[in-house]
């Protein structure tokens, strides 16, 4: 008897836990609905539900933390914080010649606590990635605290507050914002040049101060970064090649910095370059996706290397079976390597989910997949589909 009470206790346990589980599924499904929403909405062009996820309050609380702020820039932000923070968010972004759309990647919530993972594509096969810290009031309410924003290289409560501060960059905000607190009143003058030279986006000034900089300075994050985006506005490939070589020895393999440094990797022909950091950006970001895979099958197929192409494409289609750049990818990788009948595998997904028709005139359009229109594994598959 009391082995069957034994028992009874612990199938009733099971049960117990088994409902726990069950809920919290439930809610994460619901949560996950709920932020999918929210990412559907900046896709509409409307900001409203990604503005009312998150409590002003507490947002700039920690936009302002203990950085030293100028008085009059921290009234004028508190002010306009609707429009400035919008603008503050939509400005990260790559440029584009079309729309920016956000997908929904990954998606994790246990308790009060949760991430996601939005890829935003841009035009050019352009890409930023954000990593959202989540949360839920008393209500359960999704809540949106922050995130780590992949393509500016920092979470957005640190850059927007480093933005405030480079408004008005007094000496001792100045100073605040490095690293090694003991540098000279000398350097910190000058740090405040930079960041004025920054906030007035004129890269001729912020280099002449540049180049006069301390070692030490140099290798500071906040003027690490600046450098290279201030060399990007420029324009000017010597500064360019600088700030990349500075990044990479100064943080190797630093997550923030690896989806700006593909996209300098892939202008410049450094294709395994450009596939080290992509990995160190998957690292970074927790999730392998259908893009970042397509964009090694890329490289890899720029290289000649058509084995390493073929299975990142493969492995886009993968994880992400809905992106039709995955499918793409697999395409012309496999018809790099020669597999004409494994290439018509995705012809034929491009066709049936994706509404492409892919006859030879169209094969003809595109240099790397007219070699196609004439193999007889392409004319046996599209004379079964007519």
Same mark, same amino acid.
């Given at each position: 008897?009391?082995?069957?009470?034994?028992?009874?206790?612990?199938?009733?346990?099971?049960?117990?836990?088994?409902?726990?589980?069950?809920?919290?599924?439930?809610?994460?499904?619901?949560?996950?609905?709920?932020?999918?929403?929210?990412?559907?909405?900046?896709?509409?062009?409307?900001?409203?539900?990604?503005?009312?996820?998150?409590?002003?309050?507490?947002?700039?609380?920690?936009?302002?933390?203990?950085?030293?702020?100028?008085?009059?820039?921290?009234?004028?932000?508190?002010?306009?914080?609707?429009?400035?923070?919008?603008?503050?968010?939509?400005?990260?972004?790559?440029?584009?010649?079309?729309?920016?759309?956000?997908?929904?990647?990954?998606?994790?919530?246990?308790?009060?606590?949760?991430?996601?993972?939005?890829?935003?594509?841009?035009?050019?096969?352009?890409y930023?990635?954000?990593?959202?810290?989540?949360?839920?009031?008393?209500?359960?309410?999704?809540?949106?605290? *922050?995130? !780590?924003?992949?393509?500016? @290289?920092?979470?957005? /409560?640190?850059? =927007?507050? %480093? &933005? $405030?501060? +480079?408004?008005?960059?007094?000496?001792?905000?100045?100073?605040?914002?490095?690293?090694?607190?003991?540098?000279?009143?000398?350097?910190?003058?000058?740090?405040?040049?930079?960041?004025?030279?920054?906030?007035?986006?004129k890269?001729?000034?912020?280099?002449?101060?540049?180049?006069?900089?301390?070692?030490?300075?140099?290798?500071?994050?906040?003027?690490?970064?600046?450098?290279?985006?201030?060399?990007?506005?420029?324009?000017?490939?010597?500064?360019?090649?600088?700030?990349?070589?500075?990044?990479?020895?100064?943080?190797?393999?630093d997550p923030?910095?690896?989806?700006?440094?593909?996209?300098?990797?892939?202008?410049?022909?450094?294709?395994?370059?450009?596939?080290?950091?992509?990995?160190?950006?998957? *690292?970074? !970001?927790?999730?392998?996706? @259908?893009?970042?895979? /397509?964009?090694? =099958?890329? %490289? &890899? $197929?720029? +290289?000649?290397?058509?084995?390493d192409?073929?299975?990142?494409?493969?492995?886009?289609?993968?994880v992400?079976?809905?992106?039709?750049?995955?499918?793409?990818?697999?395409?012309r990788?496999?018809?790099?390597?020669?597999?004409?009948?494994?290439?018509?595998?995705?012809?034929?997904?491009?066709?049936?989910?994706?509404?492409?028709?892919?006859?030879?005139e169209?094969?003809?359009?595109?240099?790397?997949?007219?070699?196609?229109?004439?193999?007889?594994?392409?004319?046996?598959?599209?004379?079964?589909?007519?």
């Open positions: 008897m009391k082995w069957v009470q034994q028992s009874a206790a612990v199938a009733a346990f099971v049960v117990i836990l088994w409902a726990a589980a069950a809920s919290a599924e439930i809610e994460t499904d619901e949560l996950r609905a709920e932020f999918q929403g929210i990412v559907e909405g900046l896709n509409e062009d409307s900001f409203e539900k990604f503005r009312r996820a998150i409590v002003q309050k507490d947002m700039l609380a920690r936009i302002f933390g203990d950085r030293l702020i100028d008085s009059e820039v921290k009234k004028s932000f508190i002010n306009s914080y609707s429009t400035s923070f919008e603008q503050m968010f939509t400005s990260s972004f790559p440029k584009s010649e079309k729309e920016i759309l956000g997908t929904l990647i990954d998606f994790e919530f246990q308790g009060n606590e949760g991430r996601a993972v939005v890829r935003y594509a841009a035009s050019g096969y352009r930023s990635y954000h990593v959202y810290d989540l949360g839920r009031n008393s209500k359960g309410r999704l809540l949106i605290r *922050d995130w !780590i924003d992949y393509y500016e @290289g920092g979470r957005f /409560s640190d850059d =927007a507050g %480093a &933005a $405030l501060v +480079m408004a008005m960059p007094s000496k001792p905000a100045s100073r605040k914002m490095l690293m090694n607190k003991k540098v000279s009143d000398g350097d910190v003058f000058q740090v405040a040049e930079l960041f004025k030279a920054v906030r007035d986006r890269p001729a000034r912020f280099f002449q101060v540049y180049d006069g900089l301390s070692q030490s300075l140099l290798e500071e994050r906040v003027v690490v970064r600046a450098s290279f985006a201030m060399a990007l506005i420029a324009r000017d490939q010597a500064r360019i090649r600088n700030a990349v070589r500075v990044l990479v020895e100064t943080y190797p393999n923030l910095y690896s989806l700006r440094l593909v996209e300098y990797y892939i202008s410049t022909r450094q294709y395994q370059e450009a596939i080290d950091a992509l990995v160190v950006l998957q *690292d970074g !970001i927790g999730v392998k996706d @259908g893009a970042t895979e /397509s964009l090694k =099958a890329s %490289a &890899a $197929l720029a +290289m000649g290397n058509t084995g192409a073929e299975q990142y494409a493969l492995q886009a289609t993968v992400e079976p809905s992106l039709e750049l995955g499918w793409w990818s697999l395409l990788a496999r018809t790099g390597a020669a597999d004409y009948s494994g290439a018509t595998d995705a012809l034929a997904r491009l066709e049936d989910d994706f509404g492409h028709t892919l006859d030879p169209q094969l003809g359009r595109d240099r790397f997949l007219k070699v196609l229109a004439d193999k007889q594994e392409y004319l046996d598959w599209r004379a079964s589909r007519e």
